[in-house]
């Protein structure tokens, strides 16, 4: 499932992220993380249970990244995209200072 992405909403949260506010935006573990408390009902875990998948040629730039989380139960396996967006650069001021947005969630179902 593709969220779709409202541009204006992702420059506000990257003016409140650079004014100080919810740093932990700016880490994508933390940000998939987040993504998986909603979309996996199971996901109570913390940044040791999520694994981050090889990125292929598109991510080589560090601005996409998968995070892959399997249920205890083995039922579900879990993808979650974040990026970054280099049009929020001007607002961030740097690379590293731009915000992780979830941008797709896959389920896998395993029986």
């Given at each position: 499932?593709?969220?779709?992405?409202?541009?204006?909403?992702?420059?506000?949260?990257?003016?409140?992220?650079?004014?100080?506010?919810e740093e932990w935006c700016k880490d994508a573990r933390l940000v998939a993380m987040g993504e998986?408390?909603?979309?996996?009902?199971?996901?109570?875990?913390?940044?040791?249970?999520?694994?981050?998948?090889?990125?292929?040629?598109?991510?080589?730039?560090?601005?996409?990244?998968?995070?892959?989380?399997?249920?205890?139960?083995?039922?579900?396996?879990?993808?979650?995209?974040?990026?970054?967006?280099?049009?929020?650069?001007?607002?961030?001021?740097?690379?590293?200072?731009?915000?992780?947005?979830?941008?797709?969630a896959e389920i896998i179902a395993h029986r």
């Open positions: 499932m593709s969220r779709d992405l409202d541009r204006a909403k992702i420059e506000n949260l990257q003016r409140w992220v650079s004014s100080g506010h998986l408390r909603r979309v996996a009902p199971a996901f109570a875990g913390d940044s040791a249970d999520v694994e981050v998948l090889p990125l292929d040629t598109e991510s080589e730039s560090a601005q996409r990244v998968v995070f892959e989380w399997t249920s205890p139960d083995g039922r579900a396996t879990y993808y979650v995209t974040v990026e970054r967006f280099g049009w929020l650069l001007p607002i961030a001021g740097e690379t590293e200072a731009i915000v992780w947005v979830p941008t797709h």
